[in-house]
């Protein structure tokens, strides 16, 4: 969504269907933003994730990774340079497959109202009426996150994305 919401804002070309992902890309104040969504399972991230750094020419340090965020309340947005995965397997599989933990990660709350055992119904079902409310403007939260990591850098954008 938050990838979607960034292609449009900025009139990127409609996304392409490419190796394991779907891409476009966009300028905004003199720097590229490639938007990678991969088609992978979630699971398989790495697989993506390398071979877009690889065909991009990105180092991993230059990547910023956006996932939801079970530990998180709806719409909270955390950026981070390095860590575990938290639990989430889609990051798991991208720190396996880089043999790294050292890249940009934008967690996006998604919280976890799910009844014990029901996580995967839980995140792969429609936002609650009270969350779509919120949730543009969450998103495009999200979007500046993404773009202040690109402008600034990590730290900078760090200071300005995960203030209280």
């Known amino acids: 969504m938050v990838a979607d919401y960034l292609a449009a804002k900025f009139d990127a070309p409609r996304f392409e269907i490419g190796r ?9 104040k003199g720097h ?10 979630m699971n398989l991230s790495g697989k993506a994730a390398a071979h877009w750094l690889a065909t991009l020419k990105i180092t991993p ?20 340079g390095q860590g575990s995965a938290g639990g989430h397997n889609g990051l798991k599989d991208i ?3 880089l043999i790294s933990d050292v890249y940009a990660r934008l967690r996006f709350g ?37 773009l202040a990591f690109g402008a600034m850098g990590l730290e900078r954008a760090m200071n300005v994305v995960n203030i209280k």
């Open 61 to 80: 340090e230059n990547m910023l990774v956006v996932t939801d965020d079970l530990a998180l309340p709806f719409g909270k947005l955390r950026l981070k």
């Open 20 to 28: 394991h992902a779907f891409t476009t890309e966009f300028k905004h």
């Open 95 to 97: 720190q396996a497959t």
């Open 110 to 146: 998604v919280d976890a109202n799910f009844p014990k055992g029901r996580q995967v119904d839980y995140v792969l079902n429609p936002f609650s009426a009270d969350e779509l409310i919120e949730l543009p403007t969450r998103i495009e939260k999200a979007g500046e996150a993404i």
């Open 32 to 41: 590229t933003y490639s938007l990678v969504k991969p088609t992978t399972y």
